[in-house]
């Protein structure tokens, strides 16, 4: 065992595994990864932040669907792992976010307005 967010990268990245089988391209990444990784301990500095936190559901969104927020920062070594299991879960349809979020309800505004005109891109 390790520390949380050891866990919470080792239940991740097996998940991903079993959820992407053989046959896709992220799965030989992610199945090279588990087999040096024997343990969570192992991880080590290579994970830097994972946690996974409930998030109220946008307004646009309905409530009922169990929102939550997942943060990951790894080194860049583990860089093509993670991006196997970002491609993954946004196949499945969760929007993938990369940078700091916006600060307040000023900025979330701003970020609208600049992608509902093309100037910026959620990826």
């Excluded at 024997?38 to 932040?49: A, C, E, K, Q």
């Excluded at 309905?62 to 790894?74: A, E, H, I, Y």
Aim: proline fraction near 7%; glycine fraction near 8%.
């Amino acid at each position: 065992k390790g520390a949380p967010h050891h866990d919470l990268w080792a239940v991740l990245t097996l998940a991903v595994h079993e959820a992407l089988g053989a046959s896709t391209t992220g799965a030989a990444t992610i199945s090279n990864h588990i087999a040096v990784t024997v343990r969570p301990s192992m991880l080590g500095d290579n994970i830097t932040v994972c946690f996974l936190r409930d998030c109220i559901a946008a307004p646009e969104t309905p409530s009922d669907k169990g929102w939550c927020r997942l943060t990951l920062s790894v080194v860049p070594s583990l860089d093509p792992v993670l991006g196997a299991a970002l491609r993954y879960l946004h196949s499945m349809g969760c929007p993938v976010k990369f940078g700091v979020p916006p600060r307040n309800r000023q900025e979330r505004a701003v970020a609208k307005l600049l992608h509902q005109m093309g100037e910026f891109t959620d990826a």
